[in-house]
């Protein structure tokens, strides 16, 4: 036996809409948003290789971890300021946290893992995975006719 929802009306109830949509699908959270904090990203494909430009002014290269397991590239990063003032006999500490993690999975198999690069300039974090030999595009070969 199957169970089937009913609806009353062919418009879905707030509570459907909220439970239905993509704001209780957790993985795509990996995606950036006008109001977020969450770095930007553009993807490239070319015949040599992938790469990721990540937009993260203000940050230096220390900031950033750069990992690659299981055909899965990892960027994430923590920062944490405390900035104390005193002026005469008040003090004040302020405290900033930031952190951010974004996860890409590539394609089985076509990263030379070995020769992955990343780095820091201006404010973009470059990181290239270069693709292996045996899945770069090949010229067209002319067979000659016997």
């Known amino acids: 036996m199957t169970l089937a929802r009913r609806s009353e009306s062919n418009f879905p109830s707030l509570f459907d809409r909220f439970f239905n949509?993509?704001?209780?699908?957790w993985n795509l959270t990996n995606f950036?948003?006008?109001?977020?904090?969450?770095?930007?990203?553009?993807?490239?494909?070319?015949?040599?290789?992938?790469?990721?430009?990540?937009?993260?002014?203000?940050?230096?290269?220390k900031d950033f971890k750069v990992n690659f397991q299981n055909n899965v590239l990892t960027i994430s990063s923590e920062k944490q300021e405390e900035k104390k003032e005193n002026e005469d006999n008040y003090t004040r500490r302020e405290f900033s946290y930031r952190s951010f993690q974004r996860s890409f999975t590539v394609p089985h198999n076509d990263v030379d893992s070995d020769k992955i690069s990343a780095a820091y300039a201006d404010g973009i974090l470059n990181v290239k995975l270069p693709k292996r030999e045996e899945v770069k595009p090949k010229p067209a070969r002319e067979i000659k006719i016997s």
Do not use: R
């Open 32 to 61: 950036s948003g006008p109001n977020n904090t969450l770095p930007a990203v553009n993807v490239k494909e070319t015949d040599d290789e992938y790469i990721l430009e990540v937009a993260a002014p203000g940050m230096t290269k």
């Open 21 to 25: 949509s993509d704001l209780m699908d």
